[in-house]
């Protein structure tokens, strides 16, 4: 049974409904004013549920920093947009939103051009992974005239493929942009990630004249060294080489690395780049050079802690090299012995079963 009540409160007109079962009374009141509630209207619900999904817009400033990046072709401040919209939005959709809109606007894109549009939003969207809406965009600025012969878009695209592991159009859009002469403070990148990717891929290794050549996948034969890492860092600075030469002991490069790498600076840092290179050296198979690099670095160590270091190296380099007894010998030739040094002489004659010297030089210790 529906019973309906119909009230006037402070001029408020009022509906309630109350439904009465066969062993309870529900009822339910619908907007609350003053002690009074009354339901809001479907309509009213509507409007919020589409307030609550309505797109944020970009902040302001975000706004005049768009307008600067797209007016810089070379996207200087393109990463400083994406980091700042991230920071303000904590998402970088209301800019490609922004991005959208203004792409759309003819007045707008009198302005801009459509292939800058383009390139911003790969370059917004490939830091985050979004490869696939990166590559919706690639497909659309490879139809526009801009994108011939252009060294820049050729960098980005080299970008994305190369984030996306399709190595072989990176490699193609890598070398494209050093070809048409993209501006010198990027060709070092570019040369670096070439040989990066190149040593990684399938080689083979084959000797010519007596010379290791390597011969990439694409047949071209890079003769004299092993890896194109090496090839690369051979015209670069101290610093790269060094550098790339971490990267080729890491790989297991131990000869190219030992050439390329030069011990740097002063104090603990020479200390510790000499032991990492006689290391790479007696891997390497340069034993006398390791030998003789690693016994400078047990002399010239200055802590207690870099010396024991030093000393367990080439303790180790001899007894895989059976030369203990020519590291003995340095022992005996070198007078005024710090104890660390000592220790591990004693530690060696007592290894070799020579425990009389080692006695002796016990009690001389006292």
Same mark, same amino acid.
């Given at each position: 049974?529906?019973?309906?009540?119909?009230?006037?409160?402070f001029?408020?007109?009022?509906?309630?409904?109350?439904c009465?079962?066969?062993?309870?009374?529900?009822?339910?009141?619908?907007?609350?004013?003053?002690?009074?509630?009354?339901?809001?209207s479907?309509?009213?619900?509507?409007?919020d549920?589409?307030?609550?999904?309505?797109?944020?817009?970009?902040?302001?400033?975000?706004?005049?920093?768009l307008?600067?990046?797209l007016?810089?072709?070379?996207g200087?401040?393109?990463e400083?947009?994406?980091l700042?919209?991230?920071?303000?939005?904590?998402?970088?959709?209301?800019?490609l939103?922004?991005?959208?809109?203004?792409?759309?606007?003819?007045i707008?894109?009198?302005?801009?051009?459509?292939?800058r549009? $383009?390139?911003?939003?790969?370059?917004?969207?490939r830091?985050?992974?979004?490869?696939?809406?990166a590559?919706?965009?690639?497909?659309?600025?490879?139809?526009?005239?801009?994108?011939?012969?252009?060294?820049?878009?050729?960098?980005?695209?080299?970008?994305?493929?190369?984030?996306?592991?399709?190595?072989?159009?990176?490699?193609?859009?890598?070398g494209?942009?050093?070809?048409l002469?993209?501006?010198?403070?990027?060709?070092?990148?570019?040369?670096?990630?070439?040989?990066?990717?190149?040593?990684?891929?399938?080689?083979?290794?084959?000797?010519?004249?007596?010379?290791?050549a390597?011969?990439?996948?694409?047949g071209?034969?890079?003769?004299?060294?092993?890896?194109?890492?090496?090839?690369?860092?051979?015209?670069e600075?101290?610093?790269?080489?060094?550098?790339c030469?971490?990267?080729?002991?890491?790989r297991?490069?131990?000869?190219e690395?030992?050439?390329?790498?030069?011990?740097q600076g002063?104090?603990?840092?020479?200390?510790?780049?000499k032991?990492?290179?006689?290391?790479?050296?007696?891997?390497?198979? $340069?034993?006398?050079?390791a030998?003789?690099?690693?016994w400078?670095?047990?002399?010239?160590?200055?802590?207690k802690?870099?010396?024991?270091?030093?000393?367990s190296?080439?303790?180790?380099?001899a007894?895989?090299?059976?030369?203990i007894e020519?590291?003995?010998?340095?022992?005996?030739s070198?007078p005024?012995?710090?104890?660390e040094?000592?220790?591990?002489?004693?530690?060696?004659?007592?290894d070799?079963?020579?425990?009389d010297?080692?006695?002796e030089?016990?009690?001389?210790?006292q």
């Amino acid at each position: 049974m529906m019973l309906i009540a119909r009230k006037t409160y402070f001029g408020l007109f009022v509906v309630a409904f109350c439904c009465i079962g066969s062993s309870c009374l529900l009822g339910q009141t619908f907007i609350k004013l003053r002690g009074v509630t009354v339901a809001p209207s479907s309509a009213e619900e509507e409007v919020d549920s589409q307030d609550d999904d309505a797109p944020v817009g970009l902040d302001p400033k975000l706004k005049e920093a768009l307008e600067l990046a797209l007016l810089d072709a070379t996207g200087a401040k393109d990463e400083d947009l994406r980091l700042r919209t991230l920071a303000i939005h904590g998402s970088v959709e209301p800019l490609l939103a922004e991005i959208k809109r203004l792409s759309a606007d003819k007045i707008e894109m009198k302005k801009y051009s459509l292939a800058r549009f $383009l390139v911003l939003q790969v370059r917004i969207l490939r830091p985050l992974g979004e490869l696939g809406r990166a590559m919706e965009c690639y497909q659309s600025l490879q139809k526009l005239p801009e994108a011939k012969d252009n060294a820049r878009l050729d960098l980005e695209i080299a970008r994305l493929f190369d984030a996306a592991g399709n190595l072989d159009q990176a490699l193609l859009h890598y070398g494209r942009a050093l070809q048409l002469g993209i501006q010198p403070d990027l060709q070092g990148f570019i040369q670096l990630r070439i040989a990066l990717i190149r040593a990684d891929r399938p080689a083979t290794q084959k000797v010519t004249n007596n010379a290791l050549a390597f011969v990439a996948d694409d047949g071209e034969p890079i003769i004299g060294v092993l890896d194109p890492l090496a090839a690369f860092a051979v015209k670069e600075d101290q610093v790269t080489k060094n550098r790339c030469a971490v990267v080729l002991a890491a790989r297991g490069r131990y000869a190219e690395a030992a050439s390329l790498f030069a011990p740097q600076g002063k104090g603990k840092q020479l200390i510790r780049d000499k032991i990492r290179l006689a290391e790479w050296q007696a891997a390497a198979g $340069l034993v006398e050079a390791a030998e003789d690099l690693i016994w400078q670095a047990t002399r010239e160590a200055t802590s207690k802690r870099d010396r024991r270091y030093a000393l367990s190296i080439a303790i180790e380099i001899a007894r895989h090299n059976k030369s203990i007894e020519a590291l003995l010998s340095r022992f005996e030739s070198s007078p005024n012995l710090d104890a660390e040094s000592r220790a591990a002489w004693i530690d060696i004659l007592r290894d070799s079963s020579l425990f009389d010297r080692a006695l002796e030089l016990f009690h001389s210790a006292q």
